[in-house]
């Protein structure tokens, strides 16, 4: 002990990288060929794999080989398909071979860019690549970096951390002008459709739990917010003594896509003094199409906007572009300055550190991620990305529907159809409820769905109704 | 628009994927060839990047090989190289071809497993995979989920996650007690060496900044904090009606590795009923080897653990464990039930939802990176890396040093040599100020570093000295 082995331990030759990255490739690439042989939702039984796994690890080292061979025979039968075609659940996590590459540079380089000098491109490529994003997606001026104004942009890992960092920074800003005592009394606004990850957010930073109102929505408004509700409610609230602090608004909720007005909902904010975040998580990478840009209108009243490249955009898992009118206000909030990480550039504020934009001091290189995606397919291959999307939407809503069944049969059935479909693994929807009901989602837009798909899965559904339509009668 | 464009655009095209791939990973491992030809610490001035890349996204597809040839041309000059042996800055972010391959599966797959049934087996395999670490560490088996006494794991992106949650959960256990309004009077303990994420933290969580309480350490414990330190400030405290929350202890600072006593400390939590985490980010993968284990004695007294394979565990960016003692005090605070995400499983409480043990829903397959970096070294290769480091470290410390010099000189002298070194672009180390002291940091563990590199820094930073030394009394 103490002294050095003769033989060091190698774990980085460049022989054996290449020729087990070639095999992971090869693997991955066979996987994607069959994807559709296998069940969507995974039809594994809770605590399948501690039956198959050893419960101790390995004292010696085990080649690529077996752990493949193990991966195909453990793992991949206790994986619901997010890359299969039949897949329809949830939101699409839209891989690409650009976003693979992109990943595998971020995971080669191995850089950690929390400061702009612990690796400058890094930074500088993150804060580039957030100007060509905002510029695809037609952001007003002051949100870029080349704005001018003061605006600027960040990657996050997920719309949750944007939203901490929003909050806090909201929160922040309220409690250095009224006293940290009122914490208690800050409000944050909602829909009864939006994300929950913001009411989530909302309870880490501290806002007490009662503190949030969801407002709710109708059919009236297509189950958007409306600046009417969202005034009265701020108006109560005032009338009790509390603080308006921050609302949220979303383009594209996760139940049905439903759209929040920005422009009225803007104006409120701004009456109000409260933040006002636009959370385009899911629907925001339509607005690089002008035909969708319109649902957009009035972002220029935004504090902040959110979107998910690794949502709908070609990115693979993760990435989260934060956009912000004022980073300074997020910067006053999560800055530190420790010693150990002081340097010149910092110090003479000369550049940015992304470390004082979001919640860790550790940060991937995800900026290479999206700019791969965005350089191999260029912008006329995303527009087609969701055009092709839409189309295949536009298709499937075309296709004959159930008549409405509004008795607690047709409750009953479709909660069975669901069922029933997902588990014969051919695919995999999920439900929502709104206005009361529940309603079967076909969240159309995984990289390698096409049309026969959705007509096959339309052939399917109708299949299984049938039978138990047969089967209820007979 | 709204009609489907006869030939789809096919981004995850397995043939494409395969050829692509290949050119990238063989691209990676030419740079890993290469890499002691590139200056350590980038050389780029703020700002060189906007000046070389177009303002605005291309229209059209450009090829891979356009885009490798503008990062070896434009990215790679502006990266620090964060796997040069002869990096020696911050710490050490250990890339290997096992975390290379598993970071692969993982965007190969691409599935994101928020609750079970999402993908069963990425949740079962990182419960699995937090097991086979705690045992690796020999942590006391109410921390494992095959404990039987309720404990278990999760892996997060980073330690500034996993206090922000643990926090989180300590509040709302306390809040409950004592009122929300009572959230102003909780405070959080930490030594002057501990990480600035913990106050971070503190601050996201809603905890007044002036509640963190930063206690002094000396060279006479090793820089590491005493139990009667803690305890008189918490008695001050308690006097003063303030209600001691959370102490953080540290099993090797950032700055220089110091060792907080977890037993005596432990006590100190219990006695005062205030949560005990212990971050063990750094030295933590030490545990693995027998002879550096009893750094944790006491830590059976903690009430949550935490520690990053990311950092000298051969596991690519990023990669946080942590354990609970009680999860469910985690879940409590951190869970929601949206419709849209009801299951059965979930609703029988027979299965782990991890999107109630962190901050986000999303999450990546981070288990598999893990799974195959143990599988692949096996535990005695994992101990072999420790030992070698550590090896490598004994072996520096003992080749000649400066005599000490403690006037305002040696201060001068230490930061225009730190400065020259890193600009030599040989080198890259960093500094802290302990005691009062400036001291350069020689952070020892890149995967690639062998003796030869440590030597040949010796001799750049002894050359690069007495040059210095020469200058002044010429």
């Not at 491109?121 to 704005?147: C, H, N, Q, R, Y």
């Not at 501290?206 to 929505?217: A, E, Q, Y």
């Not at 159930?402 to 069975?416: A, E, P, S």
Request: hydrophobic fraction near 40%.
């Amino acid at each position: 002990m103490g002294s050095l082995p003769l033989e060091l331990f190698q774990p980085l030759d460049p022989d054996v990288f290449i020729k087990e990255s070639h095999a992971v490739v090869d693997f991955i690439a066979d996987y994607y060929r069959g994807i559709e042989q296998y069940p969507v939702r995974s039809q594994a039984e809770p605590g399948y794999l501690s039956k198959l796994l050893p419960d101790t690890p390995p004292i010696f080292s085990e080649p690529i080989d077996t752990i493949l061979e193990d991966i195909k025979k453990d793992i991949i039968p206790g994986l619901t398909h997010w890359q299969s075609p039949n897949f329809y659940a949830y939101f699409q996590a839209n891989a690409s071979t650009a976003g693979f590459l992109g990943e595998m540079l971020c995971s080669g380089f191995n850089v950690v860019g929390f400061s702009w000098i612990s690796s400058p491109a890094a930074t500088e490529l993150e804060s580039i690549v957030m100007d060509w994003m905002a510029k695809m997606m037609k952001l007003p001026s002051m949100f870029l970096f080349s704005g001018g104004q003061g605006g600027g942009g960040v990657l996050h890992g997920s719309t949750c951390e944007a939203v901490v960092c929003t909050l806090a920074a909201a929160r922040d800003k309220a409690l250095t002008k009224i006293g940290h005592d009122s914490i208690t009394k800050l409000v944050v606004y909602a829909s009864d459709q939006t994300h929950f990850t913001v009411q989530k957010a909302s309870k880490i930073i501290g806002i007490p739990p009662c503190n949030f109102r969801v407002i709710p929505t109708t059919a009236y408004s297509g189950y958007g917010l409306t600046a009417d509700a969202v005034r009265s409610v701020m108006e109560e609230d005032i009338s009790q003594e509390f603080t308006p602090l921050y609302l949220c608004a979303t383009v594209g909720t996760t139940a049905i896509g439903a759209v929040d007005p920005l422009l009225e909902l803007g104006q409120v904010a701004k009456e109000f003094g409260v933040w006002f975040h636009v959370d385009a998580a899911y629907a925001g990478s339509s607005a690089v199409c002008p035909e969708f840009r319109r649902y957009f209108d009035g972002v220029e009243l935004a504090d902040s906007i959110s979107m998910n490249p690794h949502k709908w955009f070609l990115t693979n898992m993760d990435c989260c572009c934060l956009w912000l009118r004022s980073p300074t206000e997020l910067v006053d909030s999560l800055s530190t300055n420790p010693e150990t990480l002081r340097n010149k550039p910092s110090d003479a504020r000369e550049v940015v550190d992304y470390k004082d934009w979001q919640i860790a001091l550790s940060r991937r290189f995800r900026a290479m991620k999206l700019w791969l995606v965005i350089r191999r397919y260029g912008m006329a291959g995303l527009m087609e990305h969701i055009r092709s999307d839409v189309g295949l939407a536009k298709h499937f809503e075309k296709l004959p529907r159930f008549d409405d069944d509004d008795d607690d049969d047709g409750l009953k059935m479709n909660i069975r159809l669901l069922d029933a479909v997902n588990s014969s693994g051919r695919a995999f929807m999920t439900h929502a409820i709104i206005g009361g009901r529940f309603v079967i989602r076909f969240a159309i837009g995984t990289t390698l769905t096409e049309i026969r798909h959705v007509d096959a899965t339309w052939r399917l559904i109708q299949g299984i109704a049938k039978g138990l339509l047969l089967a209820d009668h007979s």
